[in-house]
């Protein structure tokens, strides 16, 4: 029995070893960010030759300008056609940045050791410089300057940079052996082991990336600096201690899914308390005939409204203070205005065979009311006209019934909604549950018999729908996907969208 448990164990380790590609023993628990991918994969979806890639983008580049100095034909050959032989594209590579984004190893598994190693101390000899081994001789490396360094033993291979060139660069990195990240990869005691990180790492992704959002809460940080203009206003830093936000990336046959998930349990508020159902009359009065899409929000407006009061109290440039402030003295509450929505807003838009005077598509908007009557007054003071209870201001027609404000450029629209008349072809079930199911929705048609303002023919062709839904989960958690579906049924999205922008 204990022999067939150790047979079985042995089976599972060795398994194991083919699942993970780069180890994640070489992924330090310091990491900023992790990004996954899968080159050979993607170059089999994508239908490319992937060294025809590389070179077009920078291998080419790289191989000539190294040719210009050294008369070395076989590292440019070795550059441009046999990165294949000693670098593993068929297993999952890592990109991992440190030190608040301002350095990077780029991590592959080795193919060859062997023939990497003559290969590297060819290298090194063209260079007059000499390969150098690590601590504990973990590893080998070859330091091109103080800010790349190549690095790698029997089982990976990495590029190390110093991202010099970004606009949070300190240059106090300068002064730092860029060994540094090289032993923090290869001389690795401790593996990140968040459990988000883990999860990733057990699921099977085209890309996947994990990124670590505490350093934004370092209020020294160069990078949080630079996003945040040397200041929170609108949201404390300690808001983005212990923040994870992940994403993944698969491209199927026909359609592509990008699924971004952030987490931030030391948010301000419980965003859970924003969640709301679309009310089932709002979209009544859509059009889905040759429909472009919509976008619809659901909110709660009382929770909303007094975090809206919390950011804007804390900015210190706030546009519109001193007005808020009137209002104020006026003994009105601007910050109370957002409440007298229902928190239901969906905007569609379509074309209208009975509005052929105008150059655009028909435009709805409707939004539920809390407090119809104030908003009346509100409307009365800013329509230029009003009749019969329809408000005009500009080009808009604005109408409240049942508790929901209509607003439209178009004024036959408003005049079937008074009469209560549905349009012939209402938005279907399946475009009604993507708006009604998630608390944000943008929804996209791409269809030939539209006229799709200012778009090509070529989104036409190749795709038929691109629709973007955010959800607020349990737990300060926010998901967002993203799917394109692509026209071709039979054909990976990404050989799709490799046609689409001429990719070669």
């Keep these: 029995m204990n022999r067939v448990v150790l047979i079985a164990l042995s089976l599972l380790l060795t398994l194991s070893s083919f699942i993970y590609a780069v180890d994640k023993k070489y992924i330090p628990n310091n990491s900023d960010s992790v990004f996954s991918f899968n ?9 490319i030759n992937l060294q025809n890639v590389l070179n077009s983008l920078f291998m080419q580049e790289y191989a000539d300008k190294y040719l210009e100095y050294r008369d070395d034909p076989f590292v440019a050959d070795v550059m441009t056609n046999k990165l294949n032989d000693y670098i593993e594209f068929n297993n999952t590579s890592r990109v991992v940045f440190f030190n608040g984004y301002q350095q990077m190893s780029i991590i592959f598994d080795v193919k060859n050791i062997t023939e990497l190693d003559k290969l590297m101390i060819k290298m090194a000899s063209q260079e007059d410089k000499l390969i150098s081994v690590a601590e ?11 800010y790349n360094l190549i690095s790698w033993n029997s089982e990976i291979f990495s590029i190390t940079l110093k991202l010099k060139s970004n606009y949070w660069y300190n240059e106090e990195l300068n002064k730092e052996d860029i060994t540094n990240i090289a032993n923090y990869v290869f001389i690795n005691n401790t593996p990140l082991e968040d459990e988000k990180f883990i999860s990733l790492e057990n699921e099977t992704n085209d890309i996947y990336i994990w990124a670590n959002l505490s350093l934004l809460s370092d209020d020294s940080s160069d990078f ?10 609108g949201i404390s830093k300690e808001a983005y201690k212990d923040a994870i936000i992940t994403a993944k990336v698969n491209f199927n046959v026909g359609e592509a899914n990008i699924v971004v998930d952030s987490y931030t349990p030391n948010y301000p508020y419980d965003s859970s308390a924003l969640k709301k159902e679309l009310a089932n009359n709002i979209y009544s009065f859509v059009n889905g005939e040759k429909n472009y899409g919509f976008i619809s929000l659901a909110f709660n407006s009382q929770e909303l409204s007094k975090h809206m009061k919390s950011i804007i109290e804390d ?31 969906f905007v569609s838009a379509w074309d209208d065979p009975n509005n052929s005077e105008s150059e655009f598509p028909s435009l709805l ?25 329809i408000y005009t201001a500009g080009v808009y027609s604005c109408y409240i019934k049942d508790s929901i404000l209509y607003i439209s450029d178009n004024s036959n629209i408003i005049d079937s909604i008074i009469k209560g008349e549905v349009p012939a072809t209402t938005l279907s079930a399946d475009k009604v549950d993507i708006a009604k199911n998630n608390t944000l929705s943008l929804y996209l048609e791409m269809n030939p018999n539209l006229s799709l303002y200012g ?26 996907l993203l799917k394109v579906n692509a026209r071709n049924k039979e054909k990976n999205s990404l050989s799709i969208i490799k046609s689409f922008m001429s990719i070669e």
């Excluded at 504990?136 to 103080?146: H, I, V």
């Excluded at 949080?224 to 206003?233: N, T």
């Excluded at 009311?369 to 007054?377: C, S």
């Excluded at 090509?456 to 926010?478: A, C, K, M, P, Q």
């Design 39 to 47: 080159a050979s994969n993607m170059a089999e979806k994508g239908e």
């Design 136 to 146: 504990n001789a973990a590893y080998r490396y070859l330091a091109l300057d103080e």
């Design 224 to 233: 949080a600096k630079f996003l945040f203009g040397r200041s929170y206003d």
């Design 315 to 345: 900015i210190k440039n706030f546009p519109f203070r001193d007005e808020f402030e009137t209002l104020e003295e006026n003994g009105i509450d601007p910050y109370k205005l957002i409440e007298l929505f229902g928190g239901d807003i």
């Design 365 to 389: 908007i409707s939004a539920s009311l809390a407090d119809t009557n104030t908003f009346k007054v509100i409307l009365e003071a800013f329509a230029e006209d009003t009749t019969d209870n």
């Design 455 to 480: 778009i090509g023919d070529e989104y036409i062709e190749n795709f038929e729908s691109v629709y973007l839904t955010s959800n607020i989960l349990e737990g300060n958690h926010t998901q967002i």
